[in-house]
């Protein structure tokens, strides 16, 4: 009974990895040929070349800058102001939700609070932050840890509050305390959450840097664009936008590959 069963999961493994592969070419050819029509497209001039560039162009401005350093400096604080804002965020988020979660009166004093702070657009509130705090590195994770800790919290919370009621009464049953509920029901019942969490946290984070970096700063990814529109060379903008969508899809395959070993170190508890 067993050869049969487990001949049957091998063709479904292979039926899935063949359409897997499937998806992947299609992918690759859909790049191919857009990459394809924008060069020829440029080109012939059906487009304005000035304005839209063209792939070729794009690939030996990032090859020279990259050759020469000169757009390594932008890259690394980007990718440091990202990182700090997307952690920072994530973690502040998800303490200030356990703490809503453990204290039931703060959670209801804080609820309008959060769906206004929520409704708000934070980045108007960039500004404020930018004289508060000064320009530079800490002003621009400032912008970016409001764009990202408001829904990470009201997203968490509510997860954590609507653990389904039984499981709490069978780890209560079982003598388990309120801290005990917390890491053992609650937390690992919300990992789905904090995952996807992670992951629109990913493409928030981003948000908040390049307009930080739009407001006040004098070097990064942001401000290249800036400088890009200023002097007209679209060239140099559209460079940094592919390079913010290489850097954005790394931090994203990072981020899933943490879900995986997270996910299942926790199920060999």
């Known amino acids: 009974m067993n050869v049969p069963i487990q001949a049957l999961h091998k063709q ?15 992918q690759i050819l859909l790049l191919i ?12 001039r059906l487009i304005d070349p000035l304005i839209f560039s063209s792939p070729s162009k794009i690939a030996n401005h990032l090859y020279t800058s990259l050759l020469d350093g000169s757009m390594l400096p932008h890259i690394g604080i980007t990718v440091a102001e990202t990182i700090a804002g997307f952690l920072l965020g994530t973690l502040l988020g998800t303490l200030i939700a356990a703490l809503l979660w453990w204290f039931p009166f703060a959670a209801r004093v804080a609820d309008p609070i959060l769906v206004v702070l929520n409704s708000m ?14 320009p530079g590195f800490g002003s621009i994770v400032a912008i970016t ?10 997203n968490i919370y509510n997860r954590f509050r609507e653990t389904e009621e039984g499981l709490l009464k069978v780890a209560a ?7 005990q509920s917390f890491y053992y029901v609650i937390l690992p019942a919300a990992f789905p959450v904090i995952i996807s969490t992670l992951k629109v ?48 899809t ?8 943490l879900e995986g070993k997270v996910t299942s170190g926790w199920k060999d508890r």
Do not use: H
Request: no cysteine; net charge positive.
């Open 12 to 26: 479904y493994k292979e039926k899935m990895r063949r359409k897997s592969l499937l998806v992947l070419l299609t």
């Open 33 to 44: 040929g857009f990459i394809g029509l924008w060069e020829y497209s440029s080109n012939a």
């Open 121 to 134: 657009p934070k980045v108007a509130l960039g500004p404020l932050l930018i004289v508060g705090l000064g």
């Open 145 to 154: 840890l409001l764009v990202t800790v408001i829904i990470t919290t009201i």
């Open 173 to 179: 049953l079982f003598g388990a305390t309120r801290f």
């Open 201 to 248: 946290n990913v493409g928030l984070a981003w948000i908040g840097v390049i307009v930080g970096e739009f407001l006040v700063a004098r070097i990064g990814l942001g401000y290249l664009i800036i400088y890009g529109f200023q002097v007209f060379n679209f060239t140099l903008v559209l460079s940094t936008l592919v390079v913010i969508a290489f850097v954005a």
């Open 250 to 257: 790394f931090m994203y395959q990072a981020v899933s590959m």
